[in-house]
Each structure stands twice: as structure tokens, then as C-alpha cells.
């Protein structure tokens, strides 16, 4: 991803289980659908959606935490990727993305997402500052609304960022009166 800061930047805000559970309940995950946890961390997001019957594709850069999920998950439908996001290589068939990325990611990742024709919807959990200015800067694409969604604060993390987050939506079709 072309303008993304260097790879040396890094960070990494696990979701409690509660709240990740609630981001996974609002992204409307179905049986079957493929789905993308990118910076999948110890796998907070992972398993509401191998609860929820998803095909998960979990990308991981971290070493040791992509090791843990293998094993946390064996025998599910779960594929880990050790991969740095921004060398991020989309499904070939249609899928869903329901992530905590790293913050710093936010911008490349979500212009790389807009840009996937097999796309169908998007769950990031983001800076709220960023997450408010992207939804306001991609409100008329021509092929998805993008949308602030459920606010998670600070405390919803372990350890804590210093700023609140908010959940980017991102949908396949554009809303009526846009």
C-alpha cells in the first residue's frame, strides 16, 4: 500500500471479548461467508466469527500470535496468514472484512478495500477521529456507503489506546438521496 508509514511503526489494542463480540453481532456475519480479521491479534475477532459459522481468514504479522492461533483454533475453518497488511492480497471470490487493524493502517488499508470489486462489506475498528473523517471524505463513492458506526471506547481495549475508536462500515450499493 503505496503512502503507508514505515514498517518499523507498530501497535496493537486487543478487543475485550464483550465488545468484540458486539462488532461481530452488528457486522451481520452469516454461515459460510468468507471473512478477512486483518491484524488478528490473539484472535478477539476470530472466534465470534468461527462462533458464527464464518470462514475466516486471519491475517497476522506477529510471529509468535499467528503461531497461538494456529493452535488456539485448530480444526476450525480458520486460515492464518503471517503477513504485514500492507503486502495484503485479497480473496479471489467474495468476502467480508470485520478487523482492528492497527490504527496506523487505517487509510491505505480502507482506499485498498474500496478499491476490491469482490468486497461486499466492511467492519474496521478504527480511530474514531479517522473512522469520522473517512466516512465523511468517501460518502459518495459509487459503489459502497461507507458510514461511523458503533462508538468503542477506550476501556473496550486491553491495554487502552489513548483516543476512543468507532467501527467503519462499509457496505456494498449506495444509500437512497446520495
Do not use: C, K
Amino acid at each position: 500500500m503505496s503512502g503507508a508509514p514505515p514498517r518499523s511503526r507498530w501497535s496493537y489494542f486487543r478487543l475485550r471479548p464483550d465488545w468484540a463480540r458486539a462488532v461481530v453481532e452488528d457486522a451481520g456475519v452469516a454461515r459460510g461467508d468468507t471473512v478477512l480479521d486483518l491484524g488478528a491479534g490473539d484472535g478477539a475477532l476470530t472466534a465470534p466469527l468461527l462462533a458464527r459459522g464464518a470462514r475466516v481468514l486471519a491475517v497476522e504479522q506477529h510471529r509468535g500470535r499467528a503461531a497461538a492461533l494456529r493452535h488456539r483454533f485448530a480444526g476450525r475453518d480458520l486460515v492464518v496468514v503471517e503477513a504485514d497488511l500492507r503486502d495484503l492480497r485479497l480473496p479471489a471470490r467474495p468476502f467480508r472484512v470485520v478487523a482492528n487493524p492497527p490504527f496506523h493502517l487505517a487509510r491505505p488499508l480502507v482506499t485498498q478495500l474500496l478499491g476490491a470489486d469482490l468486497l461486499l462489506s466492511a467492519d474496521l475498528v478504527l480511530r474514531r477521529d479517522t473512522a469520522r473523517n473517512i466516512a465523511a471524505a468517501r460518502r459518495r463513492h459509487p459503489r459502497f456507503t461507507v458510514d461511523a458506526g458503533r462508538p468503542v471506547p477506550r476501556h473496550a481495549f486491553s491495554p487502552a489506546p489513548s483516543v476512543d475508536a468507532l467501527v467503519l462500515q462499509v457496505r456494498r450499493g449506495r444509500a437512497r438521496g446520495r
